[in-house]
């Protein structure tokens, strides 16, 4: 049976960091290129993702106005909000789409970082003794875990401004706001060229969440 993961790893993660690492001499910068041109292709589906999110936002008082209404009438409650949605040209679920998506691409680039492969690639093309020329400059090896912090910690707060522009309920306000922290701990132990793929990726995320936001919000 085809593993997909292992497709994308050989076929694509590997021959894309080769070339850019021909282009670029620098393994760092070849990880920050394939995020850039993973969040090119999948621009499309995060603007609608985003969309969504502002479409919901607007909603709010809508939805608590209809949900107060049909309390004690399920079905009712059920029918009132899939016409809210079709009102607004929206989706409940289209917000989850884009993340799922994308899930088998960050997978691949664990796996990538990890595989003996790269590793092997890494050892073959800087020569020993020599300033391994990665980027970031603190990081000495893209396969182990960032033992300054940096990265975990730029992940946390990249989690912390994405969440902060998603919100759309104040009551999910409070229940992800240690998220940022468990994230930093989740990073511990990760590949810092994983790290480095996730917090250029959210920053991008963020970026583009900003200014689709507000170009919906004129």
Known sequence: MINPITVLVENIMIPFLKAAYGIIPNYGVAIIILTMVIKIIFYPLTRKQFESMKAQKQMQPEMKAIQEKYKG????L???MMKLWKKHGSNPFSGCLPTLIQ?????AVFYTIKSDLFLSLINTEINPGVNPGLFPFWISNLGVKDVTYILPVLVGLSTFLSQKLMMTDPKQAKMFMFMPVIM????LKMPSGVLLYWAVSQLISTAQQYYIMQKAGK
């Open 73 to 76: 009438q399920p079905e009712k």
């Open 103 to 107: 899930i088998p691409f960050f997978i």
């Open 184 to 187: 930093f701990f989740i990073c």
């Open 78 to 80: 059920q029918s009132e």
